[in-house]
């Protein structure tokens, strides 16, 4: 049979219980909360990303270059040998199916565009066929933003590759001098 202190330590148990459970409920709220508040504050008006340039990709290969001309070649269907090829002489890039991606040009004839993507400096050139104009979820069934990758201020990542390589020419410049100097003075 129960007893008065048993009957107690079962009521502090359930009292116990109820807090965490209520602190649980708390946390749980809060956090939906902030999802929300997260997903509305992003941009998600998708339209007025396509209208500033930004494209979602819809494939997953080797499917970029940095040069205009291997990225036709490579919107043709190539060959695996052709892709293999590309890809151990650094000209082919993968693009990854729901990443956003920024065009800078298309080329209408061709129907290959210049993107620009924010993890690299570098602009790639690709078939506006592996670009769409509709979101597209990624691996986390996630649809990328300019505001959810932290893509927020383009012009900076060209700056970025501008000072880049004005940095190289600088150093370029530089070490042709000097090796212009040591071979006169010898």
């Given at each position: 049979m129960f007893t008065n202190r048993h009957i107690s330590e079962m009521t502090m148990r359930i009292n116990e219980q109820e807090k965490y459970m209520r602190i649980l409920i708390?946390?749980?709220?809060?956090?939906?909360?902030?999802?929300m508040q997260t997903t509305a504050f992003s941009s998600n008006n998708y339209k007025d990303l396509v209208e500033e340039g930004y494209r979602w990709v819809n494939v997953d290969g080797p499917y970029a270059s940095k040069f205009e001309d291997d990225a036709q070649r490579l919107s043709k269907k190539p060959t695996r040998d052709a892709e293999l090829r590309l890809l151990r002489a650094d000209g082919a890039y993968y693009l990854i199916e729901g990443r956003i991606v920024k065009v800078l040009r298309t080329d209408k004839s061709t129907g290959i565009a210049e993107i620009q993507t924010a993890r690299l400096v570098p602009t790639l050139w690709t078939s506006t066929k592996y670009l769409s104009k509709h979101p597209i979820r990624d691996a986390y069934s996630r649809i990328e933003t300019p505001d959810t990758i932290g893509w927020t201020d383009f012009g900076s990542y060209r700056s970025v590759a501008k000072d880049t390589l004005q940095n190289q020419q600088s150093a370029n410049a530089i070490s042709s001098t000097f090796a212009t100097k040591d071979t006169d003075s010898h």
């Open positions: 708390k946390l749980s709220i809060a956090a939906l909360l902030i999802g």
